[in-house]
């Protein structure tokens, strides 16, 4: 499981960054929105965080408006309340944070679907997924009406049983269409290489090396 969160978190830094952060002369305001804690290894957004950091290239950086176990119908309602927090003893909204974003990553839906997937038979998944898949157009329509420049939408990962492939087959090429609706960018994270039996890979990957490989390029 860790193995296989460090080889994403390390495609997901390369896809976001690889296409054209280090060509901008101008400093960027992030914010991130996710459901989802990394305890044992650095997230995605912490290694986008202190890359636009050490290159100089931060403005801002906004990670404070979700957590653990945050629903897309929460994030939803939050927009809609323009949910306040402080950050530095100063008040920040979740709308004006969503308009001043130069580049806004989204990972949310997977503690939804890990739950379902835990405590559904596979045959009515694809009905909930279909669910799941409304509720995120309505957040794209949230976030699209304020954030009006790049958005990233991380796909989902399959942490269960190839037995769940086709779900996630099924869910990511889902919203992999719908986000290209809302000029939203899909990262596909479920469908890498990975060599299962390569124990020098693995132990790259464990030792983080795989993952300074990839900040080189940045």
Same mark, same amino acid.
């Given at each position: 499981m860790?193995i296989k969160?460090?080889?994403v ?8 960054f690889?296409i054209?952060?280090?060509n901008l002369?101008?400093k960027i ?5 996710t459901?989802?804690k990394?305890?044992?290894?650095k ?6 965080f202190?890359k636009?950091?050490r290159?100089n ?5 906004i $990670?404070?408006? #979700? /957590?653990?176990?945050?629903? +897309?119908? &929460?994030? !939803?309602h939050d ?11 100063r ?8 308009i001043k974003?130069d ?6 839906g ?9 405590t ?5 998944l694809?009905?909930y997924?279909d ?5 995120i157009e309505?957040m794209?329509?949230?976030?699209r009406?304020y954030c009006?420049?790049?958005i990233?939408?991380i796909g989902?990962? $399959?942490i269960h #049983? /190839?037995?769940?492939?086709e +779900?996630? &087959?099924? !869910?990511?090429?889902k919203?992999k269409?719908?986000s ?12 890498l290489n ?6 020098k890979?693995y132990?790259?990957?464990i ?12």
């Amino acid at each position: 499981m860790k193995i296989k969160t460090l080889l994403v978190l390390g495609i997901i830094v390369l896809m976001i960054f690889g296409i054209y952060i280090l060509n901008l002369d101008k400093k960027i305001y992030y914010v991130n929105i996710t459901d989802l804690k990394y305890n044992q290894v650095k997230s995605y957004n912490e290694l986008i965080f202190e890359k636009l950091e050490r290159t100089n290239k931060l403005e801002k950086y906004i $990670n404070n408006f #979700s /957590d653990q176990d945050y629903r +897309i119908t &929460d994030l !939803i309602h939050d927009i809609e309340s323009n949910k306040v927090i402080t950050i530095d003893n100063r008040d920040q909204t979740l709308q004006n944070a969503l308009i001043k974003a130069d580049i806004l990553t989204v990972k949310m839906g997977d503690n939804e679907l890990n739950y379902k997937i835990d405590t559904t038979e596979i045959n009515e998944l694809f009905s909930y997924c279909d669910t799941l898949i409304s509720d995120i157009e309505k957040m794209f329509i949230m976030i699209r009406k304020y954030c009006k420049e790049d958005i990233y939408f991380i796909g989902f990962y $399959n942490i269960h #049983s /190839d037995y769940y492939d086709e +779900i996630y &087959d099924y !869910i990511n090429l889902k919203v992999k269409d719908l986000s290209k609706n809302y000029n939203i960018k899909f990262i596909d994270v479920e469908n890498l290489n990975e060599d299962k039996n390569n124990e020098k890979i693995y132990n790259d990957i464990i030792n983080k090396k795989w993952i300074n490989k990839i900040l080189a390029f940045l």
